[in-house]
């Protein structure tokens, strides 16, 4: 069995800034495992602008955003197998692998890094009644045909949900020459960025439908129709709203799933909002030296913000097996209420946290003119006014050492959206 220090698990972007991290920070045994035939993750497929203002101050495409990653870990000669399905992952860091070339093998790791990143949820999820013809995609499968393997899977498209790849893939169809006739969406708000609801559909007059749900998909070969309803505050169709709509393809962009079947079968703990790992303040999971970072851990809308977190999960994974953490004596718990879905972290050690510590997470409905408070116990020590705050935008907050040391007894800080 090969010994590692660092056994990262995907190569995309996480796992990629991850590696980079942990090579900075002093680790020379270093792998990561891809089951895909090349490193970059999903961003291959994202072949859109908009990548990499924060961390590049440049406009970038998704390939080229990947690209400069893969760079960065080819000059500091980062190891990685492609083509390599991790299947198992003991809670002793025993990593089992498998490739054509070498069947299946064992890597023993010091840390891990999980960085699986996340799938999209699929149509048997959406109990949406009818034949099951062809011609129902995912955004995202949709997208891969499209932006890299030149097929267009069809020419008059209905897409279902307003995530950013949802919005996305309207504008691609668009501009490949299908007609996007219409964008619906369950919520009474959009699941996406502002700037793709303008940039991807307002600029294309694709209609945006809120509320509103396919209750009926037409045709047994091929999709020859869609039915649209709106829907009551409950979810359900309103009886005489409906709408008919032709068209050959049906496009999904229902949400996102982050992929952590091999972070449960080694025992890490999830958290049932994110569906990703509980971390603190290292984005160390419950299991010491098993740390996560990107889509695997809560789902992103931009991949900077994804790069950021790994290149800290790969600092603090390189701190642990070097044995240079401080012992964390206290912790604090960090809960999200009214109106706050979730955080990430979920505890902190103040000894053990950076001087700066962004708080990341997301709101369960749109609010207006409201605030973002930050309770250290009971007393409010953020109270920052948002215009608008909602569930398709991560929001963020930084705590400061100096500010939590400077409360030795506190046990719990809450997040929470206060309305004006
Ligand atoms: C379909 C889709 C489209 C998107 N489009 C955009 C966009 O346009 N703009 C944007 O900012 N963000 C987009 N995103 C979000 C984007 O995915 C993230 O910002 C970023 O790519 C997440 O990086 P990651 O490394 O966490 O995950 P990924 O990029 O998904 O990388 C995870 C990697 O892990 C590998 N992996 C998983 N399981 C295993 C295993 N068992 N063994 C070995 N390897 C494994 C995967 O093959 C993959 O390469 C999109 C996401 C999806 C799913």
């Known amino acids: 069995m090969e010994n590692y220090d660092i056994v990262v698990i995907g190569g995309g972007p996480a796992g990629l800034a991850a590696a980079v991290s942990a090579r900075e920070n002093g680790i020379d045994r270093i ?19 908009g990548f990499g203002l924060h961390t590049f101050r440049e406009e970038l495409t998704g390939p080229e955003y990947a690209g400069r990653f893969i760079q960065q870990a080819a000059k500091r000669n980062i190891e990685y197998k492609l083509n390599t399905m991790v299947m198992d992952i003991s809670w002793d860091k025993v990593v089992t692998a498998m490739n054509r070339e070498e069947g299946v093998f064992e890597i023993r790791a010091k840390a891990v890094i999980l960085a699986m990143g996340c799938r999209e949820r699929a149509r048997g999820a959406l109990n949406i009644p009818g034949y099951r013809p062809a011609g129902i995609f995912s955004a995202g499968t949709a997208q891969r045909l499209v932006n890299m393997e030149g097929y267009l899977p069809g020419r008059e498209v209905v897409i279902l949900g307003s995530g950013d790849i949802g919005l996305i893939m309207a ?71 409906e709408e008919s709509y032709s068209c050959d393809t049906l496009l999904l962009s229902v949400g996102l799933i982050p992929e952590n079947e091999l972070s449960q079968g080694m025992g890490v703990e999830l958290n049932p909002v994110t569906s990703g790992p509980r971390v603190n303040e290292s984005l160390e999971t419950n299991i010491e030296g098993v740390f996560a970072c990107g889509n695997v851990l809560h789902v992103h809308d ?17 701190a642990y097996v070097l044995d240079r953490r401080i012992e964390c004596t206290d912790r604090i718990t960090l809960k ?79 997040v929470k959206v206060e309305e004006a």
């Open 171 to 241: 504008r691609r169809m668009t501009l490949e020459g299908a007609s996007v006739k219409v964008v619906a969406e369950l919520m009474p708000y959009s699941g996406g960025l502002k700037r793709n609801i303008v940039q991807c559909l307002d600029d294309y007059g694709i209609p945006l439908k809120l509320s509103h749900t396919v209750i009926d998909i037409k045709g047994k070969e091929r999709v020859e129709g869609i039915t649209l309803a709106e829907v009551d505050c409950k979810g359900r169709p309103i009886p005489g709203t």
């Open 336 to 414: 999200a209420e009214t109106g706050v879905r979730y955080t990430v972290p979920e505890t902190i050690c103040p000894g053990r946290m950076e001087e700066k510590m962004k708080v990341r997470f997301r709101v369960g409905k749109v609010y207006q003119n409201c605030y973002i408070s930050v309770y250290f116990d009971d007393e409010r020590m953020i109270h920052r006014k948002k215009r608008i705050v909602a569930p398709g935008e991560m929001e963020e907050i930084t705590l400061t050492k100096e500010q939590l040391l400077a409360y030795p007894r506190m046990k719990e800080i809450t």
């Open 302 to 318: 931009l991949v900077d913000f994804v790069s950021e977190e790994a290149e800290a999960a790969g600092k603090n994974a390189a």
């Open 31 to 49: 792998i990561i495992l891809e089951r895909d035939k090349e490193l970059g993750g999903i961003l291959n497929q994202c072949i859109h602008n």
